[in-house]
């Protein structure tokens, strides 16, 4: 069975930063492309960014270029979530996800694409 664990939402005010972290230790290989999605209340799950499994290619939605950046971490499948400059549109619970093996060059941001979801962690901006 596959751990999908997400780690590191809060509440900040407007313009603060948060990083999330993920974790997927339990998955046997190491070649996967991890995802971070959010869901507002009442609004559809969306992409935010994905990192293949090098870390050599990234893919961000238009809302958050330029603010987020996601990058791998040492330890076997983790990622992280850097989160600046938020905003009140920021608010939502992010999830990460992963699947292996497909090859892609570049990493899709299209949730049908994942395979394994964690359980969300929660963010809050206020103005």
């Known amino acids: 069975q596959v751990h999908v664990v997400e780690s590191g939402g809060d509440s900040v005010q407007a313009g603060g930063s948060l990083r999330l972290f993920c974790a997927a230790r339990t998955y046997p290989s190491s070649n996967v492309y991890m995802g971070w999605f959010r869901q507002a209340p009442g609004k559809e799950r969306e992409g935010v960014a994905a990192?293949?499994?090098?870390?050599?290619?990234?893919s961000y939605a238009d809302s958050v270029k330029g603010r987020f950046t996601i990058s791998r971490g040492g330890a076997k499948n983790t990622v992280y979530l850097q989160m600046d400059s938020l905003k009140p549109e920021d608010t939502a619970m992010y999830y990460c996800?992963?699947?292996?093996?497909?090859?892609?060059?570049?990493?899709?941001?299209?949730?049908?694409?994942?395979?394994?979801w964690g359980q969300g962690t929660q963010v809050t901006v206020s103005s």
């Open positions: 990192i293949t499994p090098s870390g050599g290619s990234t």
């Open positions: 996800a992963l699947t292996g093996g497909v090859g892609w060059a570049r990493p899709p941001l299209s949730r049908d694409e994942y395979i394994y």
